[in-house]
Structure formats: C-alpha cells, structure tokens
C-alpha cells in the first residue's frame, strides 16, 4: 500500500510554474482589489509603469506587513506574480489553498532553502514574475530590517530588471504587536532599483548595501510628517507592551502594560497616551517617553546589545513547544500544534532547548553564528525558528519575545555572525541610548 505523503513531502515535490493568468486576475481584481483598496486608504505612485516590462522581472519591497500582498498585487497589475512567502504559512488551513493556486513559493525563514532558488528559477525560465520581500519577516518595530544574507547574490545572479515597492503606512495598518486592523491610509510607489547592466557592474555586496538603502523606511517617521490618522477603535496602545517593554524612567522590564491608549509602567508610572497618529503624549513633564515607538525599540536593542556582551549572558525561560502538523492543516488562525515544554536558553553559544516533544525527551542546540533572529508568524507572543532543520515555534511564559529576538539577533553579531545591522541607525542610536541611560542613572 503506497504510503501517505506528508504536506511537506507535497510542497518539496511541487514544481512550482506561473499563476493561471485569468484565475489570478479574477482574485485581484474580484476579491482583493474590491475589499481592499478603499477601505484602507491604498494609493499608488508610479515612477516606472509596469506595462512598460515585458520580460521576467524581480520586485522587492520594504516588508511593513502581513498585508503587503494585497498591495504590491494592486500595484503591479497587469502582471501576475509567483510571491515567495514562508513555509510555515502553507500549513495554515485558511492560507494554503489560495498559496497553492497562486503559485505561491515556500521559503524557510532565516536559514538557506534550495528547493526556494530551484523554484524560482523555473517561474522565470517560464517568462514569469518574482516577488520578494528581503527582510524575511515583516517590520516588528515600524522600520526595516536589513536584507537577509544572499539577497544581493540572488539579484546579481538572476540578472534581471528588480523594480523597488516602497510601501508606507503599511506597519500602522497592521502592527506586529496587535492583530487588529486600522484603516488609515497606505502609500506604495513603484520605481526602478536595478538594471541588468548595472546588477552585472556591481558586486554582491554593493549590490545588497543599495537593497538595504533602497527599501529603508520608518513609519512612524513618515508619519510624523504625513499626519495620516488610523483609526485604532480606541485601542492604540492595546499590546504595545509587547514591543515596548522596558521603562525609560525606572529602567524596569516587563513593566510596561498596553491597552486602551494608554501604555504606562506599572510600577512607576511613566507613561504616554498613544493618539491616531501614533504619537506617544507623556502624561506629564515627569515622564521620559522616546520620541516614536521606533526610536524605543531601538534604545531597547542598544541596551541588549549591552547585555549580551557580557560572556556570562543568560537568557533562560520556561515555554511551550510548537511543531507544524504531519498530514493536517492548521486550523482557527493557529501558528502550530503544542507538542512539548521545557526551558530555552540562549548564551554566548548558542540558542539550547531542553525539555520533552511528543511524551519523549527532546534538546537541541544552534550556534550564534547559525542563528541571525527569530522569527515571528502573526503577533509578539510566540517565535519561531527554521535553523534546527524543522520548524519550531516557541511560546514562552511571559510576554518577552521582543528580548528573544533582539537578544538572538545582537549574540549573532556579536559572535561574528554575517547578518549585520543597519549602520546609519545604529549609530544614531547609539547616541540617543547614551543620552537616555545617562538620563536614567542621574536620576537613581
């Protein structure tokens, strides 16, 4: 009796081709483009018309949300295009049919996928259009992430014509730290990045460098000067503690509490009411308050980054363990199905799990350098990696997967790990962090 494939036995021996050009315009413009396009406020820039691209061609994009598809789809009609998205999200049971019959290509986050680039090379042999977002994840803080290691050789190797997206708005529509949507307004602009001339005149790394440049943006910045307003239903701080985690007046972790549009440390006090614009309102002169919610997490990095510098640096917690299902799919927007517990520890080293999966003892340890960040599927209370081989999804016990992540990701760098940040912003951080600690130790 022929033995049952697995999902992901399906998706390994899927040969991935172009969309079905009528079934992708059908679903662009019947679903997304009539529930989308007006109700969050979508307007486009075009400084290159995608009428004008003929060929295969390759879009990248700043990654501000879970939403950017519907943008960029919007964007770069009348082209279809085969997206690249994470594998995880096949498991999904309210993702993974419409993946399926849009082409969509699977890519393990953070860790190197040769069945993503064998993909990608078909879609393209056969005349069709890439979309990538090189961040790997969309934007936890408002701002980019620097492009994944390798996605300067991909464009140099592929040497085809890589339009940029820019998307603005997109993070306040849907923050990482709260599920809920807040129509406002979303801006992308599409405009040339590189063309095969130039791609075959740069290196690798010139060529990622000027992607890292090329797709920064800060939403909270924007709209300091946009002045859009996002309706937040009364709930703009609601979970922002999860980002948002250390007090800049008392220096405590784990303090601060979202909800309403209030976020306030609960043992000192410091706090800002959050408006529609996302500005952070201190309550009085008393409170220190960074000037965006960009700039907070930023002042927090500097911090980690200070912490784990330490060779004696622990980060230890009890969580729960999730695994992605064998023959069924996700069900009710869940991530993964809990299948163990233990303690995670992240040292100088490496990232150790020990603990029991499956009613069986179960460890295993990744290398700092083997391990740039962690990823995080829908919202900030659970993270998850690729690097073990499988996907694994972890739940800790207290909301602090914003210190996981940024722990792991400055333990990479320092431990000479090639995954590195962006500089312009880490030196200005660098600056402002100094000024708030000093701030801080003045007033202990």
């Given at each position: 009796m022929r033995k049952k494939l697995t999902t992901q036995q399906k998706l390994a021996r899927r040969?991935?081709?172009k969309p079905n050009y009528l079934i992708y315009r059908l679903l662009i413009f019947a679903i997304v483009k009539l529930m989308f396009e007006k109700k969050l406020g979508v307007n486009f820039t075009y400084k290159v018309n995608p009428k004008d691209f003929k060929g295969p061609f390759i879009v990248v994009g700043n990654h501000a949300s879970r939403m950017d598809y519907i943008y960029s789809s919007l964007a770069l009609l009348p082209h279809s295009m085969n997206y690249v998205v994470a594998f995880n999200e096949f498991f999904r049971s309210h993702l993974s049919f419409i993946f399926w019959l849009m082409c969509v290509i699977p890519k393990r986050n953070f860790v190197s996928d040769p069945y993503t680039i064998k993909s990608i090379k078909r879609v393209i042999s056969k005349g069709g259009n890439i979309c990538i977002f090189p961040e790997g994840m969309s934007?936890?803080?408002?701002?980019?992430?620097?492009?994944?290691?390798?996605?300067?050789?991909?464009?140099?190797?592929?040497?085809?014509?890589?339009?940029?997206?820019?998307?603005k708005g997109g993070y306040l529509t849907n923050t990482k730290y709260c599920l809920d949507e807040r129509c406002g307004r979303v801006d992308v602009e599409l405009d040339m990045l590189f063309t095969p001339e130039q791609l075959k005149s740069m290196d690798a790394d010139e060529i990622q460098g000027e992607l890292d440049r090329a797709i920064y943006h800060d939403d909270y910045a924007w709209n300091k000067v946009a002045r859009v307003s996002f309706d937040g239903k009364g709930q703009m701080a609601k979970n922002m503690h999860d980002m948002l985690y250390w007090c800049p007046r008392c220096g405590m972790e784990f303090?601060?509490?979202?909800?309403?549009?209030?976020i306030k440390c609960m043992l000192c006090g410091n706090g800002a009411e959050v408006n529609a614009y996302y500005d952070l309102i201190p309550f009085d002169n008393s409170c220190q308050i960074p000037e965006t919610p960009r700039v907070w997490w930023d002042i927090q990095r500097e911090l980690v980054r200070n912490l784990v510098s330490d060779e004696n640096f622990v980060l230890s917690e009890r969580i729960k363990l999730g695994s992605l299902p064998q023959y069924k799919l996700l069900k009710n927007l869940k991530t993964s199905e809990i299948t163990g517990e233990g303690r995670l520890a992240l040292t100088r080293a490496g990232l150790q799990f020990d603990g029991v999966r499956d009613?069986?003892?179960?460890?295993?340890?990744v290398s700092s350098q083997n391990l740039p960040s962690l990823g995080i599927a829908t919202d900030m209370s659970r993270m998850f990696t690729n690097a073990t081989g499988e996907f694994?999804?972890?739940?800790?016990?207290?909301?602090?997967?914003?210190?996981?992540?940024?722990a792991t990701e400055e333990n990479h760098r320092l431990t000479g790990g090639s995954w590195k940040d962006l500089i312009s912003t880490t030196q200005n951080t660098s600056l402002l962090v100094e000024s708030v600690t000093n701030s801080f130790l003045d007033t202990v």
């Open positions: 040969k991935i081709g934007s936890i803080s408002g701002a980019n992430q620097p492009s994944m290691i390798g996605s300067g050789k991909l464009l140099k190797c592929f040497g085809l014509p890589v339009l940029r997206l820019g998307i303090t601060m509490h979202g909800s309403g549009n209030i009613g069986a003892v179960f460890s295993f340890f694994l999804e972890f739940i800790p016990d207290s909301r602090s997967v914003a210190k996981w992540l940024l």
